[in-house]
């Protein structure tokens, strides 16, 4: 399977701030997924990113406010911008490494706006 | 209604007991199924996976799916503390490199000893 370090961990930002998350695989992989995950919530897709093209977002999150990176095909990151008290959720990346096998989420990121 | 339902719980167990994790879907197109453990300030980590109905063992883990029903399960034999964590179910439409995944909301699974 594959292996994902995501950064940074954890973070608290000031409302208004952006903040960028990392995510790196150790194999190239064509697609990458990113999600939030909110306290007592389902993970929700954010977005997919395929290297080389812009990322396709899931209805309820649009591009200004987050945008996607990804300029080869074993990273991606994630931007928050112009945070809110809202956005404190956690972030995570997944990637599918092979058919058939299941997808392998990071660790993922705490985010904290206050 | 929410496509993929499941229990947030929370479930406790005494250690050794058999565990019972449930999911129901609306999508008949749903043709790979997952469960996920995440424990706490982790990220989930795939248990396992299985396409279309059956059942499919690994260890002390069973995973059923009834297509029929829209209703998947996840058995845990003899349960452990170390158990202890919220299991989340997912499934998605397609192959691993092609779909995306619809999740469960997780059940909470404490195992005391």
């Known amino acids: 399977s594959a292996v994902i370090s995501q950064k940074p961990s954890r973070d608290i930002c000031q409302r208004g701030t952006s903040l960028t998350i990392q995510c790196q695989v150790d194999?190239?992989?064509?697609?990458m997924f990113w999600y939030r995950q909110q306290p007592g919530q389902s993970l929700t897709l954010i977005a997919t990113a395929n290297q080389g093209s812009e990322a396709t977002y899931e209805s309820g999150f649009v591009i200004d406010k987050f945008p996607i990176s990804r300029p080869n095909l074993t990273f991606s990151t994630l931007t928050v911008s112009n945070m809110s008290p809202e956005d404190s959720s956690i972030y995570l990346c997944s990637v599918a490494p092979a058919p058939n096998y299941g997808y392998t989420f990071g660790s993922g990121t705490r985010l904290t706006v206050v | 209604q929410k496509e993929v339902e499941q229990d947030p719980g929370p479930l406790s167990v005494p250690e050794g007991a058999i565990v019972s994790l449930n999911c129901t879907y609306s999508n008949s197109a749903f043709q790979y199924f997952m469960w996920y453990r995440q424990y706490s300030r982790k990220g989930p980590e795939l248990l396992m996976y299985?396409?279309?109905?059956g059942n499919k063992e690994d260890g002390r883990f069973t995973a059923q799916v009834d297509k029929s029903s829209k209703y998947i399960s996840l058995f845990i034999r003899d349960s452990q503390p170390s158990d202890s964590a919220t299991y989340l179910c997912?499934?998605?439409?397609?192959?691993?490199?092609?779909?995306?995944?619809?999740f469960g909301r997780g059940t909470q699974l404490t195992v005391w000893p």
């Open positions: 997912a499934m998605s439409e397609r192959g691993s490199t092609l779909g995306r995944l619809y």
């Open positions: 194999s190239q992989v064509t697609m």
């Open positions: 299985t396409y279309s109905s």
